[in-house]
Antibody
């Protein structure tokens, strides 16, 4: 079964750091670009960051640029999001999503991992 | 950034009746490669988003054919021909033509 599973969320103080992971299975992980998309409580969807299949190319939303780093380990079929200098407005459910090149859309989503930034 | 505007915000529909959601982009979504990267997602209550349609009108495998997408340039529409109870949720359009990827604000489909 094709699936992705996020982990690593939790409660962190403002200014703190957290690393999210997304474990993929059932497909050739290295062949797909991947993204992180977040959803603040009761709000809509916001794209956060993307990475190419090889990991060479990375992209960020302005709201997280310079604070978040996306990476992947294709030998472990795992996607990461290193988050630093966290702010209250980063509080959200963080989804990992697969993006087939031919579609340029997110066809596989995980259940998400919740990040809460609060003192 | 490309701004995606969805209307209506909420759509109360009678079971078996059609529903239509509009999505407008602040600039053309035609990519330099000739494709238009506009997709539609459904998010049922308490669930992650689910891709329904990509590149304006291509339905994902397993998505019922009562869902259809049309449009071009800056104006796009998702239609549900006959709403069923399982269609309740929030629907989002998304553009991937230009970075950053952006989503519409969402349209809530509910049963009258």
């Amino acid at each position: 079964e094709v699936q992705v599973l996020e982990s690593g969320g939790g409660l962190v103080q403002p200014g703190g750091s957290l690393r999210l992971s997304c474990s993929a299975s059932g497909f050739s992980f290295r062949s797909y670009a991947m993204s992180w998309v977040r959803q603040a409580p009761g709000k809509g969807l916001e794209w956060v960051s993307a990475i190419s299949g090889s990991g060479v190319s990375t992209y960020y939303a302005d709201s997280v640029k310079g604070r978040f780093t996306i990476s992947r380990d294709n030998s472990k079929n795992t996607l990461y999001l290193q988050m630093t200098s966290l702010r209250a407005e980063d509080t959200a459910l963080y989804y990992c999503a697969r993006a087939p090149a031919a579609m340029q859309a997110f066809d596989i989503w995980g259940q998400g991992t919740m990040v809460t930034v609060s003192s | 950034d490309i701004v995606m505007t969805q209307t209506p915000l909420s759509s109360p529909v009678t079971l078996g009746q059609p529903a239509s959601i509009s999505c407008r982009s602040s600039q053309s979504l035609v990519h330099s490669d000739g494709n238009t990267y506009l997709s539609w997602l459904q998010q049922r209550p308490g669930q992650p988003p689910r891709l329904l349609i990509y590149k304006i009108s291509n339905r994902v495998s397993g998505v019922p054919d009562r869902f259809s997408g049309t449009g071009a340039g800056t104006d796009f529409t998702l239609k549900i021909s006959r709403v069923e109870a399982e269609d309740v949720g929030v629907y989002y359009c998304m553009q991937a033509t230009q970075s950053p990827l952006t989503f519409g604000g969402g349209t809530k489909v509910e049963i009258k």
